[in-house]
């Protein structure tokens, strides 16, 4: 059985070829550059004004104080989105709004709170510093200047950046096509409807799976439930291969040591092609019948990730190590799940010797974030998972983590959740 930390060095190492494309910047919301993006021109790409009010040429004002203060005529006003070129002629000054464009030789705007208006126009009581309120020409970012770097994620912010510098397309990597399938002769797919028979559950993870791989903005195909048969599984998985043009391949069930666990035995013997299986078990928990693979075809490679049947361990599996893989092979810079430090509401204890993964859910105080269980940690409460904000890592040499002490958990998706003391 492997340690946590060696199964996730192997996992560095599995194939998973990537293609790119080019996408007009407003279809790659959620997509991961594959190049360096580089500005077109600068940011902002004119002097403009940061307020509405007045600006001057500073030689003009230098001598206002409140004693003595300078008045100066208007000559003109500009607006947002004025295309002129403008000049302040000498000894006046021009109305300016927010976002217009500076005249060439102004250099310096005082917004309209600061000034007094009288008959002879604008009165000025103090002269402020050179460039006051102005957003100078290229002062974000040059043309040429590097705006986003490969393996960043596009978002709202980061698509509003390149656009503002004048980029209109992005390479970005190809979504890889993930094929997910389950393993159960209990399993019944809920989209079929019907209801349960006794000895029957509900298909969740290969819907669970799908909506985790959506989440992050990958296509996932579904390849079906395998019987607990060597010919029924064996028969997925090459229909998974040959039919379904998957670039990557995760299942659940079948990888435990029950005398109808097959997918090891299927694997082992694929006609057609060779699979290499790098691991069976690793000395976590819940999760540890888990398994990794490469299936060779004559055309790619095609990585495999063997996650148990239970539904929470299945969705474990899917944070700590599908997740991360898809994300390391996208060149992102922390393919992780978020972390952040906590201090323990109460005391947590463990059994046995692996590195367990404790759902907790977080209660934000004035000065400090404090950890609690979400109860039941068996890898069939999905209440507990659905219930936490967050992932204790529980060290494998450790049996006690007393209250008050302060460590790092893993944060999960999801912005929105009740302290889980509702159910109690």
Not at 363 to 383: D, K, R, V
């Amino acid at each position: 059985m492997l340690s946590f930390a060696e199964a996730k060095e192997r996992i560095t190492h599995l194939p998973l070829p990537l293609q790119t494309e080019r996408l007009p910047l407003w279809q790659a919301n959620g997509r991961t550059l594959a190049l360096d993006l580089y500005a077109k021109q600068d940011l902002p790409a004119w002097s403009n004004s940061a307020m509405d009010g007045y600006v001057f040429r500073q030689e003009d004002i230098l001598n206002a104080t409140p004693e003595t203060p300078v008045c100066l005529p208007l000559s003109g006003t500009i607006q947002a989105g004025d295309t002129r070129v403008h000049t302040i002629a000498p000894h006046t000054c021009m109305r300016i709004f927010t976002g217009a464009p500076v005249p060439q030789n102004g250099n310096l705007v005082i917004m309209q709170e600061n000034v007094a208006l009288t008959k002879d126009g604008i009165a000025i009581h103090q002269c402020p510093k050179l460039w006051n309120n102005i957003r100078q020409k290229g002062e974000e970012a040059k043309s040429g200047a590097l705006l986003l770097r490969k393996g960043s994620t596009l978002d709202a912010a980061a698509i509003g950046l390149a656009l503002s510098a004048s980029v209109h397309e992005v390479t970005v990597w190809k979504v890889p096509n993930i094929g997910i399938l389950s393993t159960g002769d209990e399993l019944k797919d809920p989209r079929q409807g019907g209801t349960l028979e006794t000895g029957q559950i509900w298909a969740t993870n290969s819907i669970n799976l799908q909506m985790a791989f959506q989440s992050l903005g990958m296509n996932t195909i579904d390849c079906g439930i395998a019987k607990d048969t060597l010919q029924s599984t064996t028969e997925t998985f090459i229909h998974a291969i040959e039919t379904q043009q998957c670039d990557m391949l995760v299942s659940t069930g079948g990888v435990s040591v029950g005398d109808f666990d097959v997918v090891h035995k299927a694997l082992n013997d694929l006609p057609g092609y060779r699979v290499e299986m790098n691991f069976w078990k690793v000395r976590m928990k819940p999760g540890k019948p888990v398994a990794i693979g490469v299936i060779y075809t004559p055309t790619k490679e095609i990585p495999l990730f063997a996650l148990p049947g239970n539904p929470v361990s299945a969705l474990m599996g899917f944070y700590q190590f599908v997740q991360p893989f898809v994300f390391q092979k996208m060149g992102m810079s922390n393919p992780e799940l978020p972390t952040q430090w906590v201090t323990l509401g109460e005391d947590f204890t463990k059994r046995g010797s692996r590195l367990e993964f404790v759902r907790v859910w977080l209660q934000e105080t004035s000065t400090e974030t404090l950890a609690f269980s979400t109860g039941n940690q068996s890898s069939a409460w999905m209440s507990s998972l659905a219930d936490a904000s967050a992932l204790l890592p529980f060290p494998a040499d450790q049996t006690r983590l007393a209250k008050g002490t302060k460590l790092q958990v893993q944060r999960l998706p999801g912005l929105s959740k009740w302290p889980a003391t509702w159910r109690t």
